[in-house]
């Protein structure tokens, strides 16, 4: 049995509008630059009620799972070469249903080990699986979207749970997601609040996907915890909002979705899982799908900020940043190569001087428009400890991705170069020359 905590003021049943026909499907009217996060429902184990990060919370106690459903659910399962998993899998989801009315649509994408052979067989044994089989990888973001299109053509189904095929989901759990499903209209199975538990990864794969989550958690304001697992539920309107976010065909669909289904005003909860590293075959998510993240990550981001922004702001942070490497390189030349200055003295001062100037830069053209209401020496200050939050996360990525993950050096400092860059913007716009 679970409890359910949420913020005394938490609208209800916000959100759950008409579009509950794929028919209905048109462009987000909105655009997804109205992207305005609502507030996160926090679930946690009955014997520790309360929200997991310690908000005032009222608590209602949620009936057994059987009296609650009503309608179809649908399971959307992506594959790329889980033959192995498939049958303990359906087999489980079975279990978990215990009676109650399901459907299964496994999305394969030519899995070259006979996935889709596991697949059809399960069915012959009178498993509820639909099939979608497409000839190639096309991501496991494109592969959960069209199998909640899929899903979605059943007028019947009444809420969609996507998860991974490799038993790192347990589909025990699937009675969470709707339970939290009862008051949100997407569930996140959640490693990060009170409850959740990661099984099996290594110290690195653990801060990847902190670091991943504190990025996403940071640049979209969203209050969830966690941003990147698949292991969901989603009401149809939700289903039906997070199909707009068809660009983000890898992994990076865990939150583009996410951005979709809260432009649409709709309401989230996260409740705690237990995420277990597989067991059989391989992971997916390749060093290149991670590049592809945080890149997508980052477009996002200045897509919906310079929606917001003069999109000159943005071109003018970059020139001056760029002029501040100059000057930096220039610095350095003058204090170590001309004066003969010890190196780390010299790149200390070269830094120190290059900030100042990108500090000055920006306070006179900038931002020239955000200056009112704080005093200069406050917003150096401010711009001071920006910098030296984006070159620790510099120094962090780069450590973790080349040091521990043995990723090539100048790549890994690349990454960390963009991830430090976007702190910087960040915390310049919203913090240092705070505006609006
Ligand atoms: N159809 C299809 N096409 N399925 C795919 C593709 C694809 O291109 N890529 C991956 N999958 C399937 C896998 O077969 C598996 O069922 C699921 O998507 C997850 O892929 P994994 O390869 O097992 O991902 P992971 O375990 O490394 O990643 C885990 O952590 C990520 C970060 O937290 C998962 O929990 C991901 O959901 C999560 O994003
Ligand atoms: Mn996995």
């Not at 009936?63 to 309608?71: F, I, K, N, T, V």
């Not at 992971?283 to 929606?307: C, D, H, P, Q, V």
């Not at 204090?335 to 190196?343: A, E």
Request: glycine letters at 10%; a positive charge; aromatic letters at 8%.
């Amino acid at each position: 049995m679970l409890h359910v905590s949420l913020r005394p003021n938490s609208p209800w049943g916000c959100g759950r509008g008409p579009k509950s026909h794929v028919e209905s499907l048109g462009p987000n009217p909105q655009g997804a630059a109205t992207i305005r996060p609502k507030l996160t429902i926090a679930a946690s184990r009955a014997d520790s009620v309360g929200d997991a990060r310690g908000l005032p919370t009222t608590t209602r106690h949620v009936p057994s799972l059987g009296m609650e459903l009503a309608g179809k659910t649908c399971v959307v399962i992506p594959t790329l070469n889980e033959r192995n998993n498939l049958e303990a899998l359906v087999r489980g989801i079975d279990r978990a249903f215990a009676g109650l009315p399901y459907i299964v649509v496994i999305v394969d994408d030519g899995s070259l080990d006979g996935t889709a052979e596991v697949a059809r067989s399960l069915r012959t044994c009178g498993y509820p699986i639909e099939l979608v089989e497409r000839t190639s990888k096309q991501g496991i973001g494109s592969a959960v979207r069209a199998g909640l299109v899929r899903g979605l053509l059943h007028e019947d189904v009444d809420r969609l749970v996507t998860m991974d095929a490799d038993l790192s989901h347990d589909p025990s759990e699937i009675s969470r997601l709707l339970t939290g499903a009862a008051y949100a209209d997407l569930t996140q199975g959640s490693r990060y609040v009170t409850g959740g538990v990661i099984e099996g990864w290594a110290r690195t794969r653990r801060w990847v996907s902190m670091v991943a989550n504190a990025l996403v958690r940071m640049l979209f304001r969203t209050e969830m915890l966690d941003h990147t697992s698949f292991f969901r539920c989603y009401s149809r309107p939700a289903a039906v909002a997070a199909i707009r976010a068809e660009k983000y065909t890898g992994y990076e669909w865990s939150f583009g979705s996410l951005l979709a289904v809260l432009s649409e005003g709709l309401q989230l909860a996260e409740v705690p899982i237990t995420f277990r590293e597989r067991r059989c075959g391989t992971s997916k998510l390749r060093t290149r799908a991670m590049g592809r993240w945080l890149w997508s990550i980052l477009r996002t981001w200045a897509e919906l900020r310079l929606g917001r922004d003069r999109p000159m702001r943005a071109i003018r942070y970059v020139a001056v940043g760029s002029t501040g490497i100059l000057m930096s390189q220039g610095m350095l030349f003058l204090l170590h190569g001309v004066l003969g200055l010890w190196p780390l003295a010299a790149v200390t001062g070269a830094i120190e001087v290059s900030i100042l100037w990108n500090f000055e830069l920006n306070d006179r053209w900038t931002f020239k428009d955000r200056r009112a209401g704080s005093n200069r020496r406050t917003r150096l200050a401010k711009y001071h400890a920006v910098c030296a939050g984006s070159v620790a996360l510099n120094a962090l990525m780069f450590s973790v991705l080349s040091l521990e993950l043995g990723i090539n050096y100048l790549v890994a400092n690349f990454v960390g170069i963009l991830a430090g860059f976007a702190v910087n913007l960040r915390g310049s716009m919203s913090w240092a020359w705070l505006g609006r």
